[in-house]
């Protein structure tokens, strides 16, 4: 963990940090290849007390940062099983990775749903 400009904590490897990713030790190669760099550490995770005008504005660039990223899919997956709970990771908010991850477990639900009924089927059959 590495502190964040406001004085929070932030996630070795987050956003903005990438300028320590790869280093020797790392494990977490994806992010050698990041678009985000430690000076725009501040385009990623909100201020507290940020104004939602300024958030929408903020996460828009930063989203702009993410759209020209080599490792945006790995990022995102990253935040996605973490799960992130903070910050622009991937191109997405906090607020959209948590319907991706709504969405993936409804159609986790629907998949195991249909493999049960199928399987009844199957023994009815036989
Ligand atoms: S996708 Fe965005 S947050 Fe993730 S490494 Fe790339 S620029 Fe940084």
């Known amino acids: 963990m590495e502190p964040r400009p406001d004085g929070r904590r932030q996630p070795q490897g987050s956003p903005g940090s990438a300028g320590?990713?790869?280093?020797?030790?790392?494990?977490?190669?994806?992010?050698?290849?990041?678009?985000?760099?430690?000076?725009?550490?501040?385009?990623?995770?909100?201020?507290?007390?940020?104004?939602?005008?300024?958030?929408?504005?903020?996460?828009?660039?930063?989203?702009?940062?993410?759209?020209?990223?080599?490792?945006?899919?790995?990022?995102?997956?990253?935040?996605?099983?973490?799960?992130?709970?903070?910050?622009?990771?991937?191109?997405?908010?906090a607020a959209e990775r948590r319907v991706v991850l709504a969405r993936r477990r409804r159609r986790d639900t629907e998949l195991r749903e249909a493999a049960r009924v199928a399987a009844a089927g199957r023994r009815i059959a036989g």
């Open 20 to 93: 320590s990713a790869g280093s020797v030790g790392d494990d977490n190669p994806w992010h050698t290849g990041a678009a985000c760099r430690r000076d725009e550490v501040g385009l990623f995770f909100a201020p507290s007390k940020e104004p939602t005008a300024a958030r929408l504005s903020r996460e828009e660039q930063a989203k702009q940062v993410c759209a020209r990223c080599p490792v945006l899919l790995e990022c995102r997956e990253h935040a996605l099983a973490q799960p992130e709970p903070y910050g622009v990771w991937g191109g997405l908010t």
